[in-house]
């Protein structure tokens, strides 16, 4: 089922397949079409809802809107409540990730567990104040017309190992449109808000919070900063299949992991 949801500075798209418990997937930049294989693996047994974030592909934002993590976290709370299968099990990942975490933060009452994989905390490091100079480089530079330049440094920045000729085949010449509104929304307005976003340490501590990693980002940025939140929360990251999307990469493999856990979650107690 696809539907749209009006909040107050947003239409929000959303799809909503299967029947059981809700889980919510959610990304930032990611939309809802990258979490459609994760979700129809899920769908036999459970309520899955997947959407696109506030200005990202069918889901629009009033002009001057902003999209910050509360904001994204009062979204997902109001698509929660409307499709009335909460509370849910939200697995966000990437920007989805530190989505998740602030409606933990903002909203615990629509949330069962929170599975934050992979969010790019920055201000967890040691070395935060350098690596937000460099994403600011990243954003200027993208939004000054330098798009291979800034996906290259932004690869660096966060440790991918991705040859630049193989970043200028993938960002370079003639691409979806769409796809480039996504990008360009992601620099110009969910980058920033997302990566300088500093959790309650304290109300997440009283949450049921789970970090994931994947297995194969080892000693990448992301590894880093969801290590560092770990750490601070006092939990056991997981390792979830894959890199920082291997949701999307291998949903085959990533579903048996996210299946064990749901399956601990929603057992008796």
């Known amino acids: 089922m696809n539907n749209l949801l009006k909040v107050s500075d947003a239409e929000l798209y959303y799809e909503v397949r299967g029947h059981g418990p809700l889980v919510v997937l959610v990304g930032a930049p990611m939309d809802a079409d990258a979490f459609a294989p994760l979700a129809d693996l899920l769908a036999p047994d459970y309520t899955v809802l997947t959407l696109d974030p506030r200005g990202v592909k069918r889901s629009t934002l009033s002009p001057g809107g902003t999209s910050r993590p509360d904001q994204r976290a009062d979204d997902l709370a109001a698509l929660i409540r409307h499709v009335d299968a909460g509370p849910a099990v ?33 201000r967890l490091l040691p070395d935060a104040d350098e690596l937000l100079a460099m994403a600011e480089r ?3 530079d993208y939004l000054a017309g330098d798009v291979v330049g800034a996906w290259k440094q932004f690869f660096r920045g966060a440790n991918i190992p991705i040859p630049d000729e193989v970043v200028e085949l993938m960002f370079g010449g003639d691409r979806d449109p769409v796809q480039v509104a996504a990008e360009r929304f992601w620099f110009g307005h969910e980058m920033r808000e997302t990566i300088t976003w500093l959790p309650d340490l ?7 919070i789970v970090v994931g990693i994947g297995q194969e980002s080892t000693g990448q940025l992301c590894d ?3 290590t560092a939140l770990a750490d601070r929360l006092g939990v056991e990251p997981t390792r979830y299949p894959g890199g920082h ?8 493999a990533f579903v048996k992991v996210l299946r064990a856990q749901l399956e601990v979650l929603h057992s008796p107690r």
Do not use: C, N, W
């Open 90 to 122: 939200v697995l966000g990942s990437s920007g989805g990730a530190v989505s998740a975490l602030a409606l933990a933060q903002y909203h615990p009452e629509v949330v069962r567990t929170v599975i934050a994989h992979e969010p790019p905390l920055s």
């Open 138 to 140: 990243q954003m200027a």
């Open 202 to 208: 304290a109300k997440l501590r009283q949450a049921d």
């Open 224 to 226: 880093r900063t969801s």
């Open 245 to 252: 999307t291997g949701f999307a990469d291998v949903p085959d």
